[in-house]
């Protein structure tokens, strides 16, 4: 039901756009977000946007760099990423928050994604 893509290599400094298809039956009138595991690390937040689009919050590490938006009729969710840094460097993630406001909260997101990879290279 999500399918992301838009991953790749990239030097620091660059940039990249990730989106991420979502079923509109799934995620129309729910808040959808971006998470990202490092090897060997956790799956953090990155960022959230709630169902209208207008709202929208992020992980201090990537506030000012990353922009999260969606488009309602493409049923789509994208991430924005510059200045790329290499601790950026993990596989992200797209899910469907259970819920319309933005959530940070990882076991609100009922529905994932399978991933694309990122790698930012120094």
């Known amino acids: 039901q999500l399918q992301a893509s838009g991953g790749g290599l990239v030097q620091a400094g660059g940039s990249l756009k990730l989106s991420c298809v979502v079923s509109?039956?799934?995620?129309?009138?729910?808040?959808l977000g971006w998470f990202r595991q490092a090897p060997g690390k956790e799956r953090e937040f990155v960022a959230t946007v709630g169902w209208r689009g207008s709202n929208t919050n992020y992980a201090d590490s990537v506030k000012g760099r990353f922009t999260i938006s969606r488009d309602s009729v493409k049923n789509t969710v994208y991430l924005h990423m510059v200045s790329l840094t290499p601790e950026d460097t993990a596989v992200y993630y797209c899910a469907v928050s259970r819920y319309s406001g933005p959530t940070s909260r990882l076991e609100y997101y009922n529905y994932w994604g399978q991933g694309t990879e990122v790698t930012v290279s120094s």
């Open positions: 509109k039956r799934t995620a129309s009138n729910n808040a």
